[in-house]
């Protein structure tokens, strides 16, 4: 398994920025894919986005389509989300994951093998 670490999150006003950061180890971080989910209170933890290996391929929720960006930095073994025009419906926490070598079930969690501890993201109206 991999260790994830997220950082970034925080408070912010509605329309803001943030980047969230996921810092793994434990294995060869640039055989895997990677991906963000969120859950917020009372909700089911749900897909965000992701992205194959080599960051050519990425994948996103319709509602964070255009506003959220993914990509990664395999020399620092590093995976980013970038998030722009931040909604209230955006407060989360977040969570960095990495998917099961082989698979190409970006959306799915149970693809997923291993999470981050996750990093609370709050967006004020």
């Known amino acids: 398994q991999v260790q994830l670490v997220e950082s970034g999150g925080g408070l912010v006003q509605a329309g803001g920025s943030l980047r969230l950061s996921c810092a793994a180890s434990g294995r060869t971080f640039s055989r895997y894919g990677m991906g963000w989910f969120r859950q917020a209170p009372g909700k089911e933890r749900e897909f965000v986005s992701a992205l194959n290996w080599n960051g050519a391929s990425t994948y996103y929720a319709d509602s964070v389509k255009d506003r959220f960006t993914i990509s990664r930095d395999n020399a620092k073994n590093t995976v980013y989300l970038q998030m722009n025009s931040l909604k209230p419906e955006d407060t989360a926490v977040y969570y960095c994951?990495?998917?099961?070598?082989?698979?190409?079930?970006?959306?799915?969690?149970?693809?997923?093998?291993?999470w981050g501890q996750g990093t609370q993201v709050t967006v004020s109206s």
């Open positions: 994951a990495a998917l099961k070598y082989g698979s190409t079930w970006y959306t799915r969690r149970v693809e997923y093998d291993s």
